[in-house]
Nanobody, 125 residues
Framework: QVQLVESGGGLVQAGGSLRLSCTASGRTFSNYVMGWFRQAPGKEREFVSGISRSGGITWYADSVKGRFTISRDNAKNTVFLQMNSLIPEDTAVYYC??????????????????WGQGTQVTVSS
């Protein structure tokens, strides 16, 4: 069992930045590929970013590439999502998730085993 707790969400103006954190407890954090997903009102949950177990490989949705940066600190059992140049379309509940699967499925929601409770990000225009 892995428990994931997100923090760092909030209200920000367009063009601003936020840094999300997700801290894990339970099992060995470095055994898991980590991902960030988001769900906007009335829309399905979508992949945002993922990071390999060592942190050496990252993946991004096209919509956030160049604006968001994912990173992890395995010593602190934490994964981060630095979000810059935020736009109103980034408004959503952001979830972190962990998977013991392979990197080939990192973009697939169904491959993730554990999920956090989500943190709200609201970008005003």
């Amino acid at each position: 069992q892995v428990q994931l707790v997100e923090s760092g969400g909030g209200l920000v103006q367009a063009g601003g930045s936020l840094r999300l954190s997700c801290t894990a407890s339970g099992r060995t954090f470095s055994n898991y590929v980590m991902g960030w997903f988001r769900q906007a009102p009335g829309k399905e949950r979508e992949f945002v970013s993922g990071i390999s177990r060592s942190g050496g490989i990252t993946w991004y949705a096209d919509s956030v590439k160049g604006r968001f940066t994912i990173s992890r600190d395995n010593a602190k059992n934490t994964v981060f999502l630095q979000m810059n140049s935020l736009i109103p379309e980034d408004t959503a509940v952001y979830y972190c998730a962990s998977t013991s699967g392979t990197s080939s499925t990192v973009r697939l929601e169904r491959s993730y085993d554990y999920w956090g409770q989500g943190t709200q990000v609201t970008v005003s225009s």
